[in-house]
């Protein structure tokens, strides 16, 4: 090794050091030293550290469901080519501790070979502390083969461990149209093995007790609801002392839906801090969201404050009247509740039926109605009520002649009537039940129902947050359609909202062959 003597700037001397370098011991080929004294390709041919790992192993995958086995009973669901499916071929190799994981990598294959590569990277300490780098391919043959619960429920479809009577006692679906979407969103029912739509409700059969438990724990996540748990003793062997239960989930959903109007019994008023009494559900989650029109105050109800009290809706959307509207004040006071704005307003309004009759009544939609408008509301005294809270109030005119609920767009949808939507929406895969000899599902009501659950989503952003809409391919863009309100029409969904959506869409369904191309 040589040592230069130069002079810096400032006078002194720095030595300049070199490195050297020294001939492998193998090749003559000229290498900076290290432990073994041998160059890389040398160090290679005279070590494999790869010996005596896998490098090609077979695994099980189930098509129906698309889960992959891990030995012994587990199936762990993975998607092509996704981060879990790498993790799962990394734990199925044996003798993988004796080195250590540089790199892990797939290699293309081709879709139907039912092959899939990995490429590790791994290092090894192979002479005197001298630590080597190799790379090899792992090959994994993939075999079909059906998991427990799909070949049960391929050797008899109504085969099922787990059932999840899911109820709702109203008069219409609309809960359940918007509740359908919210599992489509978050993929909740993927593991029922049949779906069947009964009268007031739907039946989720499971195969497995757990992802049973796993669904009702999704719904208490997203409405109000209580249940009940029984179980049937199917089989008995005494020899082993083994059970086998059939376990159904009876799940009621609360009566109280969006638009409804509540007579709140006075206890729960008071609770509340003397509210109402009457009140307007504005939202249903995983609480209720009840506002007072005429004062802008609010309460919220989780589900377990709700059923201890189990008052049900006075009036609900069944029962709406249109109104007309013929002035409108300025606001007297705002409030925002649960992101969505309320202006405090006086309107002169007629019913319809009766534009002879005017009234004047106080709304917390004073930030959206105007003159000439049309807006849907509850006819109080005027209306069937089978409430005794409200009869009693009514016998003493404390209640208001009518309460306006939402701005009706009906002559704006006449324009339009007959046109395509510009987006759409997925359903799940549901049976329809026909042993009810005539008290199954109208068909005609539902599609009726479902056209109104199409216009709630048109009209209130809030309720489009936690779905998935997707865009129609039959519908052409025009410039009337374009913004969600175009000043007169009535209101549509933004087309930006539906591009976003149908990338993820298209992103979802392209797994299958994008995903294998990369």
């Given at each position: 090794m040589s040592a230069l003597m130069d002079q810096d700037s400032s006078g002194m001397f720095k030595v300049q050091q070199t490195i050297g370098s020294v001939v492998c011991c193998k090749c003559g080929v000229p290498m900076p030293p290290n432990a073994a004294n041998m160059c890389v390709n040398c160090l290679r041919s005279e070590f494999d550290i790869t010996e005596g790992l896998q490098k090609s192993i077979q695994i099980f995958y189930c098509p129906e469901c698309g889960c992959y086995l891990q030995p012994p009973k587990t199936w762990i669901k993975a998607q092509w080519e996704s981060r879990d499916?790498?993790?799962?071929?990394?734990?199925?190799?044996?003798?993988?501790n004796k080195v250590r994981l540089k790199n892990a990598e797939?290699?293309?294959?081709?879709?139907?070979?039912?092959?899939?590569?990995?490429?590790?990277?791994?290092?090894?300490?192979?002479?005197?502390?001298?630590?080597?780098?190799?790379?090899?391919?792992?090959?994994?043959?993939?075999?079909?083969?059906?998991?427990?619960?799909?070949?049960?429920?391929?050797?008899?479809?109504?085969?099922?461990?787990?059932?999840?009577?899911l109820r709702q006692h109203v008069s219409h679906r609309r809960s359940f149209f918007y509740l359908e979407q919210l599992i489509l969103r978050h993929d909740a029912a993927s593991r029922a093995v049949r779906i069947k739509q009964v009268h007031q409700g739907i039946d989720f059969f499971f195969g497995n007790k757990s992802h049973a438990d796993s669904?009702?724990?999704?719904?208490?996540?997203?409405?109000?609801?209580?249940?009940?748990?029984?179980?049937?003793?199917?089989?008995?062997?005494?020899?082993s002392s083994l059970y086998n239960y059939k376990y159904t989930y009876s799940v009621k959903i609360c009566p109280i839906c969006r638009e409804d109007l509540i007579c709140l019994p006075s206890k729960v008023s008071s609770s509340l801090g003397n509210l109402g009494p009457l009140v307007v559900c504005t939202k249903v989650s995983d609480r209720i969201t009840l506002l007072d029109p005429r004062t802008l105050r609010c309460a919220f109800l989780d589900a377990s404050q709700y059923w201890r009290s189990g008052f049900r809706s006075a009036l609900t959307s069944r029962q709406l009247v249109k109104y007309s509207v013929f002035y409108v004040e300025p606001p007297v006071g705002e409030a925002t509740v649960g992101g969505q704005k309320y202006a405090l307003s006086y309107v002169l309004i007629a019913r319809e039926s009766d534009i002879g009759k005017m009234l004047t009544v106080q709304t917390h939609l004073g930030h959206i109605l105007k003159t000439g408008d049309q807006a849907l509301g509850y006819d109080i005294y005027g209306a069937n009520v089978n409430d005794d809270e409200m009869d009693e109030y009514r016998l003493h005119g404390r209640l208001p002649e009518a309460i306006l609920i939402k701005k009706c767009y009906d002559k704006e949808r006449e324009r339009k009537k007959g046109k395509p939507r510009a987006f759409t929406t997925k359903k799940l895969p549901m049976e329809m039940d026909e042993s009810r000899g005539g008290r199954g599902v109208d068909p005609g009501k539902m599609e009726n129902e479902y056209e109104e659950f199409l216009r709630d989503l048109e009209e209130n952003p809030e309720l489009r947050f936690n779905i998935s809409l997707y865009k129609n391919k039959n519908y052409q863009e025009s410039d009337e359609t374009a913004s969600m309100t175009d000043g007169e029409g009535a209101p549509t969904v933004p087309i930006e909202e539906l591009l976003a959506e149908l990338e993820l869409s298209e992103e979802g369904e392209g797994d299958g062959e994008d995903d294998m191309d990369e």
């Open positions: 499916l790498l993790s799962f071929c990394i734990k199925r190799l044996k003798n993988l797939f290699v293309w294959t081709e879709p139907h070979s039912k092959r899939i590569k990995v490429k590790l990277t791994v290092q090894a300490e192979v002479l005197n502390g001298a630590v080597l780098e190799q790379s090899y391919p792992v090959e994994y043959t993939v075999r079909d083969n059906l998991c427990e619960s799909c070949s049960r429920f391929q050797a008899n479809p109504d085969q099922w461990v787990a059932s999840v009577q669904f009702v724990e999704f719904l208490s996540k997203v409405v109000p609801i209580e249940y009940r748990q029984d179980k049937q003793l199917v089989s008995h062997d005494v020899k």
